[in-house]
DNA sequence: CGCATACGCGCC
DNA sequence: AAACGGCGCGTTTGCG
């Protein structure tokens, strides 16, 4: 399959400046002589260039969905939250828009007078009523466990349930074509729109009724297969650390690593709150996380919150180098780039502003991981495409999805067997790092099944 | 009336 | 008080 020449353009244009901070050609033999003085030529033609034709077919095979399931939960959602509507206007002596956070946050703090000492304040001046906020004011008011479901359940409703069911039902042939970008994260992930398939609801109980209206074609069978913690074996490779190196090639938890070692215990005698601790700080690293940040997911003081950074990065010494040096080169170079060459530009990494210069070096920490991962996933949805085309399997299996670390798929049931371990074996070796790469694999009737 | 913004929230 | 990276999207609200 060919693509654009047009296609081809915003492709070079976009790996030249992501965010477009910079004119860029707009030819391409220019765009393509630059790709190559800026080492983002090799990326273009392995990477980008192969995988366009690929999210194309992606999108015109789309994924079939029970409207069904999605009917029954659109009337149970609608009952309960009608119901939770009257509790709320009868709790709260009058009705208003529940979906204002203008009007709620009147409602709460004025009109009902629950204290709101402690209660961040928006950029606009406005109290806060996130949840975070009304799980803090619960014990105060008996209205607020209501706002907490109503709001929960509305959010499935009126953005996955609604939408969903208008999505199938505009297409005709049963199924959702999502449209996959390509050119629109600038750490090189893609990104899903109309609708996005790429946040559909997992860890609610409504998120697994929501995912059982993805069903596989009749005679297929879902197969989901899914990268095990590959940001952090990104981050262990790219930082070259010795320790969390050595933990990847055994095998071990990593998680209860770390907290063996920030809080110098034996591995056995890590508690389930130290794991949660460690496995925060694994992630916070990875976000180029600071210590008020750590203390606020963590429950915990900011003391304590520097103290176990200190202690993380005191055993992890070579991803404190890291860290270093990435934010000294963006700072020298105005740009990060992963091991592929692939470039992100930072213009506030210099800027006198604090905050802004802030924002820019957590970006310079977390681009080089990011967009390695999301390299990785690329390629493998290449090497699985072009093993499908050689192997006349097309027909048979269907790559649906691509979900940062996840690749769904729909696979002929009798071809199952032999398919997972190949997938498996295709997304293990599609990229080579210090450490291995790990791929789980589940396979169900429905995407809640996998 | 359409559009941009603020807020809030789902996922990795 | 906030400052944890990357996205897309629904609703409300203010503006032209």
Known sequence: MAISEEKKIILAQWLLDPEKQQVVPKDLPTLEAKLKEFGLFVIYETIELPLAPILEEMQKTGIKVDVKVLEKLSKTLAAELNNLEKEIYDKASAPFNINSPKQLSEVLFDRLKIDATG??????????????????IKDRHSVVAALLKYRELFKVFSTYVTPLKEFVLASKDGRIHTEFLQTSAATGRLASQNPNLQNIPIMSEWGKKIREAFVPEAGYTMLALDYSQIELRVLAS??????MIEAFKEGLDIHKLTAANVFDVPVEKVTSEQRQLAKTLNFGVIYGMGADAFAKTSGINREEARTFIEEYFANFADIKRWHEKTIAAARETGYVENLNGRKRWLPGINTANRRFASEAERAAINMPIQSLAADIIKLAMIKVADWLKKDKLTRQVRMLLSIHDELLFEVANDKLKAVQPKIQEIMESAYTLKVPLKVDVASGKSWAEV
Do not use: H, M, Q, W
């Not at 790219?238 to 320790?243: I, S």
């Open 119 to 136: 209660i961040p304040k928006r950029k606009t001046g406005a109290r806060s009523t996130d949840v975070e906020t009304l799980l803090k």
């Open 238 to 243: 790219v930082a070259n650390d010795t320790k």
